[in-house]
């Protein structure tokens, strides 16, 4: 585990091949262990149950990059490695045989995590989680890969903003008027002018999804996004654009996870950054 701290912020973050998360959903690198902002937790457990091998056993900021199919049928997950899946059959939901896991190493400073992994043939992808001053921290992204590259990323953010319940007072907050479609026709949660809000708490048992939130009368959105409970509150960024934002919210969390492109030739470097700000109002 490695321990952070600084600017009233203290992050344990789980090393990659430390067993905690074994899955081959998310990005094995810098999974959140605990986010303490000012003595309230703000990234713990989210789960009723926990497996390692559970496909979403992650808190915290968490990461998913769309399946790349192999010429020879296999599956190639960044921040995992190759699958042996194929992409007529590939559900994220499930668990499959990691073939290979590369090569990863972990450091840390007191202030700053850098996460590599090497994965020959394939990529050499970089993760840097900074602590900053005034409540926040940045996730940096340096991605390199070694063949044509077509994919894209989301994080998840599994926050919890110090609490397990989610309703009227979770509320979440775009710069713009945001549209989309809903999974289904919901009582419990819709949008606004400037946002979504929850008219009443999720049931147990109950969730919400819309899948493509964007920028009303436009095509994506900018990469911008903010969580209030109560008087905490988290404001998300980032130095690229999303071409959407999916929320998905059961009783205990509501997640927002902005989508965006990653396209590169061999041997260049894809470079992005996540800044969070986290406020007590």
Known sequence: MIQLSHSGLCLSLHLPQDGFYEGTRFDRSGVFGSLLFRGTELCGPWFTSYSPTMHDAVQGPAEEFSPVGLPDGRILKIGVGVLKADMETYDRFCLYPLLDGGQWTAEADGRQARFLHRLEGFYRYEKVIR???????????????????????????????????????????????????????????????????????????????????????????????????????????????????????????????????????????????????????
């Open 131 to 281: 602590l900053q001053d005034g409540g926040r921290f940045s996730i940096g992204h340096a991605l390199t890969p070694e063949f044509p590259l077509e994919a894209d990323v989301y994080n998840h953010n599994f926050f919890t903003l110090g609490k397990l319940a989610v309703g009227p007072s979770r509320e979440i907050d775009f710069p713009f008027e945001p549209e989309g479609d809903w999974r289904a026709v919901y009582d419990s949660v819709g949008f606004t002018a400037g946002g979504i809000r929850f008219s009443r708490p999720i049931k147990e048992g109950e969730s919400v999804y819309t899948g493509n939130i964007h920028q009303k009368g436009k095509d994506g959105m900018p990469y911008e996004l903010s969580l209030r409970e109560g008087r905490l509150s988290v404001h998300i960024q980032a130095d690229v654009p999303a071409f959407k934002t999916v929320l998905w919210a059961n009783h205990r969390i509501a997640c927002l996870e902005p989508y965006n492109k990653l396209e590169a030739r061999p041997g260049e470097t894809l470079r992005w950054t996540l800044q969070y700000t986290l406020q007590e109002i």
